[in-house]
């Protein structure tokens, strides 16, 4: 079993900082993710730091037992220019070479390995080394702005800038949304409605795909998910059907339904 606990951060490029450990080896599903992160383990006296990409898919991942772990979650639209979110989706993990016992190399550097309150000053020092870029393109994407660039243009800056193209990251995001709804107790059927599926095989597909388990199985707690919490609130849900409902009256026609479930 993997405990978590995590906080929010007051960055502008962070989304939040997690922590967790094991109580025991075993395998676990690590679940689609938009976001990527820096995260540092520790096991059997060696500490090393990962820079992990977007997940499209849930995927099997086997877990230590004594593992001890931190991450740097970053805002969508935050990337590495020298290891840009696409080089490492899906699990093409980077683990940067360690340099003494508490530091690692980056850059020709040797940093520090942040800890779960100081992790914005690390973020910031990346930030002043030119490190750490942010493309506000995503921002715009996000918030429904129109741009003065040609779409062709906006859709390659946002998926140099998050691995993934926006309609993958609100599959995703709902997908997510669903499970902890579903997490909460809410019924099968009425998350089909609150998440926008077309229908229950259609969420069961879906969630199958990027979280690795059904919704009874999600339900029943039948195994071990990577860290997820609420990415997502009936806000969002409300904000895409505002921008055009769903065509067969069902809401939420802003997701895409068919090219990543």
């Given at each position: ?6 906080r ?16 025991g ?7 689609a ?25 849930a ?9 001890e772990?931190?991450a740097v ?6 990337f ?19 340099a ?19 992790a914005?000053?690390f973020v ?10 942010r ?20 859709q ?10 926006h ?32 229908d ?11 979280i ?21 609130d ?7 059907e ?20």
């Open positions: 079993m993997i405990v978590f606990e995590d929010l951060s007051d960055s502008s490029l962070v989304e939040r900082v997690w922590a967790a450990y094991s109580e080896a075993g395998e676990f599903a690590s679940v993710a938009n976001h990527w992160e820096m995260a540092i383990t520790r096991h059997r006296g060696q500490t090393f730091l990962t820079v992990r990409g977007p997940e499209t898919r995927t099997t991942a086997d877990c230590p037992s004594d593992g772990w931190l979650r970053f805002k969508l639209g935050t590495m220019p020298q290891l840009l979110p696409a080089v490492l989706r899906d699990r093409r993990d980077v683990t940067l070479p360690g003494v016992t508490r530091k690692f190399w980056l850059d020709g550097s040797a940093w520090e390995y942040p800890t779960f309150e100081n914005e000053t910031a020092r990346l930030i002043k080394r030119g490190l750490i870029a493309d506000p393109i995503v921002d715009a994407v996000m918030s429904g702005e129109r741009h003065l660039i040609s779409q062709r243009s906006v390659r800056r946002f998926v140099r800038a998050t691995g993934i193209t309609a993958t990251y609100k599959t995703i995001e709902r997908a997510r949304y669903a499970t902890t709804l579903l997490r909460q107790g809410l019924p099968i059927v009425d998350v089909v409605q609150h998440a926008g599926y077309f229950q095989p259609h969420l069961t597909r879906s969630l199958k795909h990027l690795g388990q059904s919704p009874r199985e999600i339900i029943r707690r039948t195994r071990q998910l990577s860290f997820l919490y609420k990415t997502a009936r806000s969002l849900v409300d904000t895409l505002s921008r055009g409902g769903a065509a067969n009256g069902g809401p939420c026609s802003g997701w895409d339904v068919t090219r990543h479930v």
